[in-house]
């Protein structure tokens, strides 16, 4: 059976460095690999009890994933507006 839990990892230490205009830190690879981050990934910043805390921003579906979302079970039925004015159909 396999088990949820998170390997440990022994604490670690980065050194702040200049990037440009900004700050910067690198993660070392075995915390990417464990927590699956990858280059481009994009990740949300939150000051939670003087720590910065990193989540992974939740990437927003594509309308092509969107609509193969969408079966004849979840569709609803064709909804009449009436007609208001002089329309031609």
């Known amino acids: 059976m396999e088990s949820n839990e998170q390997k440990e ?3 670690m ?3 702040v460095q200049k990037w440009g205009n900004s700050l910067a830190i690198r993660i070392p690879s075995v915390i990417a690999e464990q927590l699956a981050i990858r280059q481009g990934l994009e990740l949300e910043m939150v000051i939670e009890n003087q720590a910065i805390k990193l989540i992974p921003k939740k990437k927003k579906p594509t309308l092509e994933e969107l609509l193969a979302k969408i079966t004849p079970e979840n569709r609803h039925a064709e ?3 009436g007609v208001e004015g002089n329309e031609l159909f």
Do not use: E, S
Request: hydrophobic share 55%.
């Open 13 to 15: 230490t980065a050194k």
């Open 79 to 81: 909804i009449d507006f």
């Open 9 to 11: 990892v022994p604490l």
